[in-house]
């Protein structure tokens, strides 16, 4: 059974760090290709950052390029996104997602940056 578990997320002021993870269970996270989605109030759900199956390649969006990484543990079968310097405006709930077989998404960690 495919899950996905997402933590770390939490109230930081501007400027700050945090670092998600993302535990997968029922397949292996090395095997594809991972998200992070974000979704801000009232508003739609954005993509953040994918890292690739095959070379564990990554991109992410223009909006936190230079400031968020993503990676990959392959021994704990994890996924996790790194942010720095950290905006008000990158408040939302922020989501793992990967594509086996269909999509499937955590239950989303609120992240909130205020000061």
């Known amino acids: 059974q495919v899950q996905l578990v997402e933590s770390g997320g939490g109230l930081v002021q501007p400027g700050g760090s945090l670092r998600l993870s993302c535990a997968a269970s029922?397949?292996?996270?090395?095997?594809?290709?991972m998200n992070w989605f974000r979704q801000a109030p009232g508003k739609e759900r954005e993509w953040v950052a994918v890292i690739s199956s095959v070379g564990g390649i990554t991109n992410d969006a223009t909006s936190v390029k230079g400031r968020f990484t993503i990676s990959r543990d392959n021994a704990k079968n994890t996924v996790s996104l790194q942010m720095n310097s950290l905006k008000p405006e990158d408040t939302a709930v922020y989501y793992c997602?990967?594509?086996?077989?269909?999509?499937?998404w955590g239950q989303g960690t609120q992240v909130t940056v205020s000061s």
């Open positions: 029922g397949f292996t996270v090395s095997s594809y290709s």
């Open positions: 997602n990967g594509f086996i077989k269909r999509n499937y």
